[in-house]
């Protein structure tokens, strides 16, 4: 089992980048696939991007390019940053993470068993 904790959200204006770091205390994290969400009320979870215990990273496709997923094995860690931040990009960022997920659910937050609290993101145009 692992414990989850997002950091580094807040209020950016358009255009600015944050870095939000999720710690994970319990399990080395090596041993587990993770992933970032978020969620604006009223709308379904969604998946950003996710990498795996091999570093293999995946994105959803109309983020790639503004979001980058990386992890730091050592420090229990993971990351997501985000660059060219839009007003549209608003919302509660969540930290996932799965001993074993399969590729088609990397994506899904069905795929994911332990989950953070959050940390909001305000992107003000």
């Known amino acids: 089992q692992v414990q989850l904790v997002e950091s580094g959200g807040g209020s950016v204006q358009s255009g600015g980048s944050l870095r939000l770091s999720c710690a994970s205390s319990g399990d080395p994290l090596s041993r587990y696939a993770v992933a970032w969400f978020r969620q604006i009320p009223g709308k379904e979870r969604e998946g950003i991007a996710a990498?795996?215990?091999?570093?293999?990273?995946e994105y959803e496709t109309s983020l790639a390019g503004r979001f980058i997923i990386s992890r730091d094995n050592a420090k229990n860690m993971f990351f997501l940053q985000m660059n060219n931040l839009k007003s549209e990009d608003t919302a509660m960022y969540f930290c996932?993470?799965?001993?074993?997920?399969?590729?088609?659910?990397?994506?899904?937050?069905?795929?994911?068993?332990?989950w953070g609290q959050g940390t909001q993101v305000t992107v003000s145009s």
């Open positions: 990498i795996d215990t091999d570093k293999v990273t």
């Open positions: 996932a993470a799965v001993g074993y997920v399969p590729r088609w659910s990397r994506l899904k937050k069905s795929g994911y068993i332990y």
